[in-house]
């Protein structure tokens, strides 16, 4: 390929650091590259995600690589909408950062320390939900903003602690700030979570191969299939209260060592019960299994409530 790839990106600080991990892996298999910032609704507007909807980080940047005016785009996964965009492919979905929760609060503290009342920021009502099933006590307080300003709301005295994604904290280089990386069993991340997905249009098939040949990591994308599934399922779109995390395990299969795909799921009630449910599949299953899950938490009194996920 002798073009120049045109890699799209939004202009937040952890975008362009997701956006030169690919741009660099590219490069190092001899492809010549470009990046290019878009602007997206998102970036414009402080106003809550629940308010300008699904898929304002990702709209822009989808609408830029189907009208020509970038080759790639790079989103973080638990952004795009469930729906599939018939006029893009999902070439890659490189391996994936690890997709867990992570605290950071004052003095060093954990989740367990923090005295009861104190003030958790959060824009997620998924992790609003989990946190306060733990009942510790916490004050729960809408957050919006980059991953910077959020851990200054910390640094500055206004929060107590805030929940992030680990993978952004780690991305950017500030994981010494983690004060806790949180256990899924006590908080399940949203599906996707910690995953990049790298899109092209779906009739450049030279570009498709590259990446996928590049990039794509099969594990990474059978765990996070069978999470986007589950959650597509509930029809809860990738803003709602939903958590899922897949893991590539190992089973014996008579004397043979066989690799599946082990899913955990949580939902909540329109009461804030939190409802949780698991299950084991067959790697070449992800889709399936996703939706045998989501079947599951619908039984046992799941309900789609909207709200930002961040």
């Not at 910032?37 to 402080?46: I, K, L, Y």
């Not at 822009?60 to 018939?86: C, I, M, N, Q, W």
């Not at 070439?91 to 060093?108: F, K, N, S, T, Y």
């Not at 950017?172 to 790298?198: C, F, K, N, W, Y």
Request: aromatic content about 0%.
């Amino acid at each position: 390929m002798n073009r120049i790839l045109r890699i799209g990106t939004r202009g937040s600080a952890l975008a362009l650091a997701q956006t030169g991990l690919i741009a660099d892996a590219l490069e190092r298999a001899g492809a010549r590259v470009e990046i290019v910032t878009v602007s997206t609704p998102g970036d414009r507007s402080s106003a809550p995600i629940a308010e300008i909807g699904v898929g304002v980080f990702t709209s822009a940047l989808r609408d830029a690589l189907a009208d020509g005016e970038v080759d790639v785009a790079v989103h973080s996964y638990k952004d795009l909408p469930t729906a599939p965009d018939p006029r893009l492919v999902l070439a890659a979905v490189p391996q994936r950062e690890d997709p867990r929760d992570a605290l950071v609060a004052r003095d060093g503290l954990t989740l367990g320390e923090l005295p009861s009342g104190s003030t958790v920021g959060t824009g997620s009502p998924r992790r609003a939900a989990q946190l306060e099933a733990l009942g510790l006590g916490l004050t729960i307080v809408p957050l919006r903003g980059n991953v910077d300003s959020r851990i200054r709301k910390v640094a500055d005295g206004e929060l107590d602690a805030v929940v992030l994604a680990r993978a952004g904290i780690a991305r950017l280089g500030r994981v010494s700030e983690i004060t806790e990386t949180i256990d899924p069993i006590q908080m399940l991340p949203a599906p996707a979570q910690g995953a990049l997905a790298i899109e092209c249009r779906v009739d450049d098939v030279d570009t498709e191969h590259l990446l996928q040949s590049t990039l794509d990591d099969s594990a990474s994308r059978a765990a996070v299939t069978a999470e986007r599934a589950m959650l597509a399922a509930l029809e809860a779109g990738c803003s709602a209260p939903v958590g899922a995390l897949a893991d590539v395990v190992e089973d014996l299969d008579g004397d043979d060592v066989v690799f599946r795909l082990s899913l955990r799921g949580v939902a909540a009630t329109p009461e804030n019960a939190i409802l949780r449910a698991s299950a084991t599949g067959d790697l070449t299953a992800a889709e399936q299994l996703g939706r045998a899950l989501a079947a599951e938490l619908l039984d046992l009194g799941a309900a789609v409530l909207s709200g930002p996920e961040a």
